[in-house]
């Protein structure tokens, strides 16, 4: 997981699980780190995480748009409805061609 060898695999879970809900700012102030140090260490832990997580396999799909800023701008995203996360995102409008 670390790719410095003076950070632990320990060490970037330590610094990188904060992260998840507070700022990288914030961490870095409480734990006394500089605050690339701890963007790089949450960067490995969130690639730990998905790496651990594996690839989406969902049983049920819901596709929906959602408005990217006022003047219907729109882009599609598609959820694992069973699990309630995002799986795609993107094109560069809402229609049917815009799923490929």
């Not at 832990?45 to 997580?53: E, F, K, P, R, T």
């Not at 049920?60 to 996360?85: A, C, L, N, P, Q």
Request: aromatic share 8%.
């Amino acid at each position: 997981m670390a790719e410095n060898p003076h950070d632990t695999r320990r060490f970037a879970r330590y610094v990188g699980k904060p992260c998840r809900s507070a700022s990288i700012t914030e961490v870095a102030e409480e734990l006394r780190l500089n605050w690339h140090t701890v963007e790089a260490l949450d960067q490995l832990y969130m690639q730990a995480q998905l790496d651990g997580a594996g690839a989406p396999a969902p049983a049920v799909i819901g596709i929906d748009e959602i408005s990217m800023r006022k003047g219907h701008v729109y882009r599609i995203i598609v959820s694992d409805r069973e699990w309630r996360r995002p799986i795609w995102f993107g094109g560069v409008d809402r229609s049917a061609g815009s799923m490929v």
